[in-house]
Nanobody
Framework: QVQLVESGGGSAQPGGSLRLSCEIS????????MGWYRQRPGKQRELVAT?????NSAYADSVKGRFTISRIINTMYLQMNSLKPDDTAVYYC?????????WGQGTRVTVSS
C-alpha cells in the first residue's frame, strides 16, 4: 500500500523557518510528479509549489522567493523561510502520474508571535 508521509510541521515565529518532508512509502512504480498544497483556515486547498520529474519547479506567487521545493527521487522537501502569519495552514503533499494520485495526511504549520 502506498502512503505519503509528511513531517516537519510545527510552530514558528514570523520571519522564522521550517522544513517539511514528504516520503513515499510502499512500492511505487516509477518517478512521480510531486507538489505541496496547503489549506489555510476558512479557505480552499491551494497549490504552493510543484516539482515534476523531469521539469522545472513552479511556485505560487505568494511564496516565491521564500519557499524552495526540492526532491530526491520520490522524497520531497519544502524549505520555508521568512514565514508569515498568512502561511499558517495544513500542508499536504501530493504525488501523481497519469491517472494515479496520492495525497498525504497533512502537517500543520502555525506562524504566530
Amino acid at each position: 500500500q502506498v502512503q505519503l508521509v509528511e513531517s516537519g510541521g510545527g510552530s514558528a515565529q514570523p520571519g522564522g523557518s521550517l522544513r517539511l518532508s514528504c516520503e513515499i512509502s510502499g512500492t511505487i512504480g516509477g518517478i512521480y510528479d510531486m507538489g505541496w498544497y496547503r489549506q489555510r483556515p476558512g479557505k480552499q486547498r491551494e497549490l504552493v509549489a510543484t516539482i515534476p520529474s523531469p521539469g522545472n519547479s513552479a511556485y505560487a506567487d505568494s511564496v516565491k522567493g521564500r519557499f524552495t521545493i526540492s526532491r530526491i527521487i520520490n522524497t520531497m522537501y519544502l524549505q520555508m523561510n521568512s514565514l508569515k502569519p498568512d502561511d499558517t495552514a495544513v500542508y499536504y503533499c501530493k504525488a501523481w502520474r497519469g491517472t494515479t494520485t496520492y495525497w498525504g495526511q497533512g502537517t500543520r504549520v502555525t506562524v504566530s508571535s
